[in-house]
């Protein structure tokens, strides 16, 4: 079973910082995708970035060019750096795990989620 834990929300002002963390346990991290997911209120969760096993990251439009997602295999953890955050960047941010097996199985794992808010 993998386990994955967030860390890094928090509340800042408009036009602030944030670095997300996500901690991947009880697996070989280098076989896994990775990404950042949020969900507002009244929204669906949708994806922010991604960085697959081969650490290719892909970004959303919702990034902007103000996120940047990197992995650390020395410490199992990827993380997501936002930066000239907006209000409409508020939410749960959720850290996921996905691969496909062999045998063509669908693997997927999720954090329990961040929450950031961004308000003056």
């Known amino acids: 079973q993998v386990q994955l834990v967030e860390s890094g929300g928090g509340l800042v002002q408009p036009g602030g910082s944030l670095r997300l963390s996500c901690v991947v346990s009880?697996?070989?991290?280098?076989?896994?995708?990775l990404g950042w997911y949020r969900q507002s209120p009244g929204k669906q969760r949708e994806l922010v970035a991604a960085?697959?096993?081969?650490?290719?990251?892909g970004y959303e439009d919702v990034a902007g060019g103000r996120f940047t997602i990197s992995r650390d295999s020395a410490r199992n953890t990827v993380n997501l750096q936002m930066n000239n955050l907006a209000p409409d960047d508020s939410g749960v941010y959720y850290c996921?795990?996905?691969?496909?097996?062999?045998?063509?199985?669908?693997?997927?794992?999720w954090g329990r989620g961040t929450q950031v808010t961004i308000s003056s």
């Open positions: 996921n795990a996905m691969r496909t097996t062999e045998s063509r199985e669908l693997l997927q794992f």
């Open positions: 009880g697996s070989d991290f280098s076989l896994w995708d």
């Open positions: 960085v697959d096993a081969s650490d290719r990251a």
